[in-house]
């Protein structure tokens, strides 16, 4: 009996056919895990993006900063790698007032605040953390 | 009818009047159909071309065939064909009935293809034998043989003309078969073809993810990203929460002399001192809500700390 019968083929088409939709069924599960998860990195990637964008440093936010404190001759400014210090003895509470309300309605990593009231003005030490 | 021809295998020749004793189930067998289980008839066509012979030998047959189901066989010898027609499932029920198992059966081959003018007339039982009559063997009464040779059936020499039975012809037709054949075929291309696409959509979204990576300057791991996400996060939160209590302190209405004297933000610790405060309560209740940690009152001096 060397000829191979037809049902013996059949046989191997039906174990193939079953073989292919249970690999397509399984690669389609993968392919789903694969699209949430690909949606999640998106999604982290965009947050954490945005995020750093807000609070890491960048040349036009210490610019901004820089153009702020500009004006008034009374209040300093050291920079670092890591820091921003603003630091005025003496100001009106007027200045410290707008200058502080900027750069709140900004997105600052305000590591250390410090206002305190003098005879007719203010003492102002702000650290931003970048 | 049979004989030992190794310790493995036994030829045997199939025929009605023989009675098969014992085959050992380790044994194959080779199996010769008698004359008795086809038919065979010697053409002259003027083709050669062996599908076109197929072709043609069902209505070459058609006369001579009784109704049923008929398988075809053929094979050329001096220029002409030598052409057979069998019933499977018939030969199938022959050899169920000679009680041989079907899967010892290695070949099955036609008489006329195994016997010769050296082997004829083979002696089937007392009464018949096998004999040639114009290149056709046929089973004929032993009287009409002068000579009978005394051949051992082992010492037959095999050809290399088998047949395959169809054994399953009876559950399911060729044609059934076929159209199974067909629609299994579109499954496994309709599969395939599927396994491919997702499989390159897998692809695809791995390179698109390490192309977000890329762009966005993302660490090497998921993890990593979500532990630096949550970093970010936890200073947004701290800086908002910052801000709004400071706008709320911004808003308080002071009684007349009352005045904030120090606003301090050091550590995650909100420090605020107020002066000449008549009534605390009025304070601490506006700030309350953010959870005062500290509080101190003398000498209408109000100094409260408040974790960020």
Do not use: C
């Not at chain 2, 398988?71 to 030598?82: A, G, L, T």
């Not at chain 2, 012809?169 to 599927?194: E, P, R, T």
């Amino acid at each position: 009996m060397k000829k191979i019968n037809p049902l013996y083929l059949l046989l191997l088409m039906v174990i193939l056919t079953l073989f292919l939709a249970y690999k397509t069924n399984i690669v389609k599960k993968e392919l789903k895990t694969a699209t949430k998860k690909f949606r999640k990195t998106k999604e982290l990637a965009l947050k954490l993006h945005s995020i750093k964008k807000a609070y890491d440093y960048s040349e036009i936010k210490e610019k901004r900063l820089i153009i702020l404190i500009k004006n008034n001759k009374n209040i300093k400014y050291t920079k670092s790698r890591d820091k921003f210090i603003i630091e005025a003895k003496d100001i009106s509470a007027n200045v410290a007032g707008s200058l502080i309300t900027k750069i709140l309605n900004d997105t600052y990593n305000i590591s250390y605040i410090d206002i305190k009231k003098l005879d007719k003005k203010l003492y102002l030490k702000m650290e931003i953390k970048w | 009818m049979f004989t030992r021809f190794n310790q493995n295998l036994q030829i045997v020749l199939l025929d009605k009047n023989v009675k098969i004793s014992y085959i050992e189930k380790n044994t194959k067998i080779v199996l010769i159909l008698s004359p008795t289980y086809y038919w065979v008839k010697k053409f002259d066509l003027p083709t050669k071309n062996k599908r076109e012979i197929r072709k043609l030998l069902p209505s070459l047959f058609e006369e001579f065939l009784p109704n049923g189901e008929y398988s075809y066989d053929f094979y050329f010898e001096n220029e002409k064909i030598i052409a057979f027609a069998y019933d499977d499932s018939y030969i199938l029920k022959e050899i169920a009935k000679h009680g041989i198992d079907i899967s010892q059966v290695k070949s099955i081959k036609f008489a006329q293809t195994e016997f010769g003018d050296n082997n004829l007339a083979y002696k089937i039982d007392n009464k018949t034998v096998l004999t040639k009559q114009d290149s056709i063997i046929i089973k004929v009464p032993i009287e009409f043989v002068d000579e009978v040779k005394e051949t051992k059936i082992n010492n037959i020499k095999l050809s290399n003309h088998n047949i395959a039975l169809k054994q399953f012809s009876k559950i399911i037709d060729i044609k059934s078969i076929y159209i199974l054949f067909g629609v299994f075929f579109m499954f496994i291309i309709i599969y395939g073809y599927s396994l491919s696409n997702i499989s390159k959509k897998i692809e695809k979204l791995q390179e698109q993810k390490s192309f977000i990576f890329k762009k966005y300057n993302l660490l090497k791991t998921s993890f990593q990203n979500k532990s630096l996400y949550k970093e970010y996060k936890k200073i947004d939160k701290k800086q908002k929460r910052f801000k709004e209590i400071l706008s709320k302190i911004i808003m308080i209405r002071f009684d007349k002399g009352e005045f904030i004297d120090e606003i301090k933000f050091q550590k995650n610790k909100l420090y605020i001192t107020f002066k000449q405060i008549k009534n605390k309560n009025k304070i601490i209740n506006t700030l309350k809500s953010y959870g005062i940690t500290k509080q101190k009152y003398k000498n209408k001096i109000l100094t409260l700390e408040i974790k960020i």
